[in-house]
Every structure is written in structure tokens, then in C-alpha cells.
């Protein structure tokens, strides 16, 4: 099992590809100091990004959503996308990635406070909230003339009522089934496919690490640009997690909420305290 994203300062090395100073990038999870094997891909390279988004736009979550939604979904200009989970760690930049297309972007949340973050700082033209009794009618409402790409990262009900706004011949993207993660037992667990026959809808699950050997790297670049990105006239990016957006344009946001959630030590809390451990040949030492 992966630990949670973790980036961090090697402090001692015995691998003369890693030198002491470098930045890295890896999941051995969040502590003050790991002691692990890195790979060429973990090596966070500063010019692209710092800490945060190396954990998160610039890590596997971002990936997942670029990989999700131009080498699966085919998103262009002019399409309405669907983004369930739509201010999770994948969900929210997805929804950011999907704008910077020139998509018009539905999101799906849970809450008042979450959908009205998934417009106001990641946005999303418009936020529908799951747990609102009215939620069907709200999503057909807010899907217009129709859906041309869903990003799926829960299954289960959200999926069966998604097919019944996506248009003939759309595309459903299977990044997750968060749905059937805790209770799978749950009868609105499973998805009715019912509507994906009729409209000769196109449902495609991944790995994205079978895109990793030809397109992390030129992704991260893809990335880590749009993340340096300013709307016209000024404006500042947001890149912490605790900031907050002057407008939907500049830049992608790190999302680290999740993590917080999942009972991980906030950020002050990590560095402090303890020795490094001892590194073994071909393994590197690393602090945050």
C-alpha cells in the first residue's frame, strides 16, 4: 500500500544520481525524515514547482486528471465536462484542467461549502451538492443541452444519473468508485448502465501509470506551465492550499484538503523533532 505524498530535502545519499540538496518527490509518507530507494521521475525539479505542488498538481493526482481528461476523455473547447468528487485531491484539478481547455465545467460535491469552493476558487461554471434530496433535478439543470465528458471518481448512483445527461456518444472517464470504497453493500453502490447502451456511450477505466513511460514527463512540463499561469491584467495564483483566488483564471491550485481530512499532520506540523535515518547503499535519506 502507498504511503501519502511526500516531498522533501535529501539531507544523505549513497546514490550519486540523488545528490545531497535535491528536491524529491515520493510516497513514503508524511514523517521528518524516510529513508528510500528514488527513482529519476521522483526527483522534484524546483523549476517546475515547489513542495505543494509537487504533492499534488505536479504528483500522481494531477497526472491522473490530465491523463483522465486529454488522453481518455479527448476534452476540447466547447464541450461541458462532469467532474464528480469535483474538490478532491484528482476531482479539483480536473475541474481547473477542464477550464483551461475551454470547457464549460458541471461539478459534483457534497455540501453547501464544497460547491460553492468548486465555483468561487476552482471554477467550475456551475456546482450541483449530491446530498440535496433535489439532486437529479439539479443535475439535469445544470447539464444544459447535455454532457460531452464525465470525470468518474465515485460510481454507484452519481454515475447512473451522469449517463442520463451525457449525450449520444459521449465518453465516461473511470478515475475511482469512491461510491463502493467503505460500503460497498450500499444499494446505490452500483451504477445502472441502462442509458450507456442506448446512447452508445464510450465508459473507459486507466492506470496512470501505464502512461508513465511517454507522458509524465511532457505532462509535468503541461503542468507545471499551466500552474504559472496569470489571467490577463494581473491577478495572483493561488498555490497553498490556504490562500484564496482572486479569479477562476489564475493558475491550477494544489489541493491538499483531502489529506488534512485523512488525518495527516498538517503542514506546521512536519520536520520537527527527530534523526534522520541511517542510509543504505543505493538509498537516499530525506527530510521535508
Known amino acids: ?15 550519486p544520481g540523488v545528490p545531497v540538496g535535491a528536491q524529491v518527490a515520493t510516497y513514503t509518507g508524511w514523517r521528518s525524515y524516510a529513508t528510500t530507494t528514488i527513482a529519476p521521475t521522483e526527483i522534484a525539479d524546483p523549476a517546475l514547482g515547489g513542495p505543494l505542488e509537487w504533492i499534488s498538481v505536479l504528483g500522481t493526482t494531477g497526472v491522473t486528471a490530465y491523463v483522465g481528461l486529454h488522453d481518455i476523455g479527448h476534452v476540447r473547447a466547447g464541450h461541458t465536462v462532469l467532474v464528480s468528487a469535483a474538490t478532491g485531491a484528482v476531482g479539483g484539478v480536473a475541474v481547473q484542467l477542464a477550464k483551461a481547455a ?12 464544497r460547491t460553492e469552493h468548486a465555483v468561487r ?11 440535496d434530496p433535489a ?20 460510481g454507484g448512483r452519481q454515475l447512473t444519473l451522469a449517463l442520463s445527461v451525457l449525450k449520444n456518444h459521449g465518453t465516461v472517464v473511470l478515475c475511482g468508485s469512491l461510491s463502493s470504497y467503505a460500503r460497498p453493500d450500499d444499494p446505490e453502490a452500483g451504477a445502472n448502465l441502462t442509458d450507456a447502451v442506448f446512447k452508445r456511450i464510450t465508459l473507459r477505466g486507466f492506470i496512470v501509470s501505464d502512461y508513465y513511460p511517454k507522458r509524465l514527463l511532457p505532462i509535468r512540463a503541461k503542468l507545471a506551465a499551466l500552474a504559472r499561469k496569470t489571467p490577463a491584467g494581473g491577478g495572483q495564483r493561488v ?15 494544489p489541493r491538499l484538503a483531502p489529506y488534512r481530512q485523512a488525518g495527516c499532520p498538517d503542514l506546521g506540523g512536519v520536520g520537527r523533532g527527530t534523526t534522520p535515518a541511517r542510509a543504505t547503499p543505493g538509498r537516499t535519506s530525506s527530510r521535508p
Open 102 to 113: 475551454g470547457a464549460r465545467v458541471v461539478a459534483i460535491a457534497g455540501g453547501r461549502h
Open 121 to 131: 476558487v476552482l471554477g467550475a461554471d456551475a456546482a450541483v451538492d449530491y446530498r
Open 135 to 154: 439532486f437529479p433535478e439539479h443535475l439535469e439543470q445544470a447539464a444544459g443541452e447535455g454532457i460531452d465528458v464525465f470525470f468518474d471518481n465515485v
Open 1 to 15: 500500500m502507498f504511503g501519502l505524498p511526500f516531498d522533501g530535502i535529501v539531507v544523505a545519499s549513497e546514490d
Open 239 to 253: 498555490r497553498g492550499p490556504r490562500t484564496r483566488a482572486r479569479g477562476p483564471g489564475d493558475g491550477l491550485r
